[in-house]
């Protein structure tokens, strides 16, 4: 299939915005340049620009010309596919568009719009926004009757209140990538599985006589990494099957959270994302799921290991689910183009080329393992974690999980006591559902609001 002039054009248009070369303000060139740049006919050029003119991205200024206008990344359009990172960190997107152009040729992938009818996001983005997007249990059952072709606990975190919210395509614990040369150097053991909280600080301890900070491991206040640590001590931010849900103070979670502040503290108090400074060979540890195992070989770095996070006395040998996932907002006129979507992303054609491409693991069954080489002991502790992942969030609403997620960051980042300040959250949680009626009578520290019956 071929896109059609109209889609070139607005596409063109499109990339000269996200590429900088048209800046808010600035006046498109004429449509009459367009039409021999693009070779394509004048008619369809004009009809380009007055579609990108209807979605407020341009405006028409009589005898003057068309311009941009400003807040153009945050219009939503209907031809768009927006992504959750930039595509340099996503190296299996160019073969994956190669099997959207195919099939859907009008759809086009940015990351330069802040949002999209179709976007492909992550779990924490998805369990905190779900009322932004629409219901795809009815589009899922069209698409694909038979479930039982997917690992469907997978798809369990984003069923809130009877709406599928997003569907995954791929999923995957996370793990700790090694550089066994540079714990050679540094004359420090190499980390085994079962190796403890206190044996993971005394191996930074080590490093850090050999290494600078920033090259010891990714630490930040993102919520995809200090969850984890919530998880093996034992400890939710919610868990509705108790009689207080509400366990942001608890034990269990300040000792995960008191954990991983320390391990910021031992590197400095400041964010580290920096995965390719260990694709560099420059880095001792990084904490990321199966997908980095793809930038790895593509980057043809071929020491490293993998090891589990570390174990917690009395906690749980968890991790949280990470989960790549296809949304559509609201505001999606095209169900058409949702159906042809699903439809292909969960097909056992793209489902395969996932697999080959390390790209975490398929939700499709059959395609699951093809991507695994079990001769490698490195691929065994990918698959050996993937039974323990855990997929309680409980962070979306009533629960205020992305309320929480942000105290908790600046609990992080800003060096806040941690103690005080996740008492402040749970007892603003209390509040917020207690007023939702969703609180028991019974809850510790119940608020004014709990259930009276």
């Known amino acids: 299939m071929e896109a059609s002039k109209v889609f070139i054009v607005r596409s063109h248009v499109l990339q000269l915005l996200e590429t900088g070369k048209l800046e808010?303000?600035?006046?498109?060139?004429?449509?009459?340049?367009?039409?021999?740049?693009?070779?394509?006919?004048?008619?369809?050029?004009?009809?380009?620009?007055?579609?990108?003119?209807?979605?407020?991205?341009?405006?028409?200024?009589?005898?003057?010309?068309v311009f941009v206008l400003p807040g153009w990344r945050n219009r939503i359009l209907q031809d768009n596919l927006s992504v959750f990172d930039s595509l340099h960190r996503l190296p299996w997107l160019p073969g994956l568009l190669e099997h959207i152009?195919?099939?859907?040729?009008?759809?086009?992938?940015?990351?330069?719009?802040?949002?999209?009818?179709?976007?492909?996001?992550?779990?924490?983005?998805?369990?905190?926004?779900?009322?932004?997007?629409?219901?795809?249990?009815?589009?899922?059952?069209?698409?694909?009757?038979?479930?039982?072709?997917?690992?469907?606990?997978?798809?369990?975190p984003f069923r809130i209140n009877g709406r599928l919210v997003g569907i995954p395509f791929s999923y995957s614990p996370r793990v700790i990538y090694c550089n066994p040369k540079l714990f050679k150097k540094a004359g420090c053991t190499i980390p085994v599985h079962g190796w403890t909280e206190e044996e993971m600080l005394q191996t930074i301890e080590e490093l850090k006589q050999k290494l600078p900070t920033e090259q010891i491991i990714?630490?930040?206040?993102?919520?995809?990494?200090?969850?984890?640590?919530?998880?093996?001590?034992?400890?939710?931010?919610?868990d509705p099957s108790l009689p207080d849900p509400v366990r942001?103070?608890?034990?269990?979670?300040?000792?995960?959270?008191?954990?991983?502040?320390?391990?910021?503290?031992?590197?400095?108090?400041?964010?580290?994302?920096?995965?390719?400074?260990?694709?560099?060979?420059?880095?001792?540890?990084?904490?990321?799921?199966?997908l980095f195992t793809n930038r790895l070989h593509l980057s043809q770095v071929e020491d490293w290991i993998a090891v589990p996070l570390p174990t917690f006395p009395g906690g749980h040998d968890v991790t949280a689910q990470a989960t790549d996932l296809i949304c559509v907002r609201n505001s999606c006129s095209s169900f058409s183009l949702i159906?042809?979507?699903?439809?292909?992303?969960?097909?056992?054609?793209?489902?395969?080329?996932?697999?080959?491409?390390?790209?975490?693991?398929p939700v499709r069954r059959s395609s699951a393992l093809k991507g695994f080489d079990l001769d490698d002991p490195r691929e065994a502790i990918l698959l050996t974690e993937t039974p323990k992942i855990?997929?309680?969030?409980?962070?979306?609403?009533?629960?205020?999980?992305?309320?929480?997620?942000?105290?908790?960051?600046?609990?992080?980042?800003?060096?806040?006591?941690?103690?005080?300040?996740?008492?402040e959250l749970a007892t603003m949680s209390r509040t917020i559902l207690g007023i939702h009626n969703v609180l028991p009578a019974n809850a510790t520290s119940a608020s004014t609001f709990a259930r009276s019956s």
């Open 390 to 423: 855990c997929n309680e969030f409980y962070i979306n609403s009533p629960y205020p999980g992305e309320l929480v997620q942000k105290g908790i960051q600046r609990i992080l980042g800003e060096g806040l006591d941690l103690e005080q300040g996740c008492k």
């Open 101 to 156: 152009h195919e099939e859907i040729p009008d759809l086009r992938i940015t990351k330069e719009f802040n949002r999209s009818v179709l976007e492909m996001k992550t779990t924490h983005h998805v369990l905190a926004r779900h009322e932004e997007y629409m219901d795809l249990s009815s589009i899922l059952k069209e698409c694909y009757p038979d479930t039982s072709v997917f690992f469907t606990k997978t798809f369990e």
């Open 218 to 238: 990714n630490w930040h206040t993102q919520s995809h990494l200090w969850t984890n640590f919530i998880f093996r001590a034992g400890g939710r931010l919610f």
């Open 248 to 290: 942001v103070d608890s034990p269990e979670t300040l000792a995960g959270l008191r954990y991983y502040k320390e391990l910021g503290k031992r590197l400095g108090d400041r964010a580290i994302h920096d995965d390719d400074a260990f694709l560099k060979g420059e880095a001792a540890m990084y904490i990321a799921d199966r």
């Open 24 to 65: 808010e303000g600035q006046q498109i060139p004429p449509a009459r340049d367009l039409a021999l740049e693009l070779d394509i006919s004048f008619v369809k050029v004009q009809q380009g620009i007055d579609a990108l003119c209807r979605d407020g991205i341009l405006e028409a200024h009589p005898r003057q010309g």
């Open 339 to 361: 159906h042809q979507f699903v439809r292909l992303i969960l097909s056992e054609e793209v489902q395969d080329y996932l697999a080959t491409e390390k790209v975490g693991i």
